[in-house]
């Protein structure tokens, strides 16, 4: 199973990027239980129905913290702080206490306000979290954090590619692979994921594209199960 890493290789492009306008929604405010200045969420209509709805919640969600992130300027810093409030919820433990319904809010403040302070973290982003409290979505935290990076890679024209590998690669083969995504998308920034699957046995693969919907498969599994193939026989297995 390949696990991912935490931290991605940015490659920023020279000339500005592209400025994005979100569609106009009602507005809602709320301070939260910290004394932090308020902020307010231009968040769209929600649609009803399962998934959909999830998916829709999620991303009005993101679409509304890019929005206040873009508007005051801080659009890389709260992708950063983002992306460590989603390794943050990523812990099963802190995850099931923000959703149990027996913590009262008041103790959810408390923890976020904690937690802003040990990582620095952005007052609008401290706000966001106790906006989703108190309207008992925190729950989606999770999906917003996924919908935000889609979000601020459009706005960025910032193109994801995941490389998965037997070992870490150094950072001289991200940068070239990142070089060569680029060059294959046209895109002005490519950002790099890494995981670690042992089964690839070596070589890499890279997904990119819309969701990961294209894959570069450079790896010995790949060319073992096309070898075998062309025998018609079944899989073959290295033996050391």
Do not use: W
């Amino acid at each position: 199973m390949a696990t991912l890493q935490q931290t991605p290789i940015t490659f920023q492009c020279r000339s500005p990027c592209a400025q994005y306008t979100p569609p106009k929604a009602h507005t809602l405010s709320f301070s939260g239980g910290l004394r932090l200045p308020k902020l307010t969420l231009n968040v769209k209509s929600r649609r009803r129905g399962g998934a959909k709805m999830s998916d829709s919640v999620a991303s009005s969600y993101a679409n509304a913290l890019a929005d206040v992130a873009q508007s005051n300027g801080t659009l890389e810093a709260t992708a950063a702080d983002l992306e460590k409030v989603n390794q943050l919820f990523s812990e099963e433990a802190v995850f099931k206490y923000f959703i149990n319904p027996t913590v009262s809010v008041e103790d959810k403040n408390n923890l976020v306000d904690a937690y802003t302070k040990e990582a620095n973290l952005q007052p609008h982003i401290a706000n966001f979290l106790n906006i989703l409290i108190d309207m008992k979505r925190i729950d989606e935290i999770k999906e917003i954090a996924k919908e935000f990076e889609v979000t601020y890679n459009k706005m960025t024209e910032t193109e994801l590619a995941v490389v998965t590998s037997v070992v870490q690669l150094d950072e001289a083969n991200l940068a070239q692979i990142g070089k060569g995504v680029q060059k294959l998308t046209g895109a002005k920034n490519v950002k790099i994921k890494t995981a670690i699957d042992e089964s690839l046995v070596a070589g890499f693969t890279i997904r990119y594209g819309n969701g990961g919907s294209k894959l570069i498969d450079m790896s010995v599994k790949k060319q073992l199960e096309e070898i075998a193939e062309t025998l018609e026989v079944g899989d073959i297995q290295l033996v050391g």
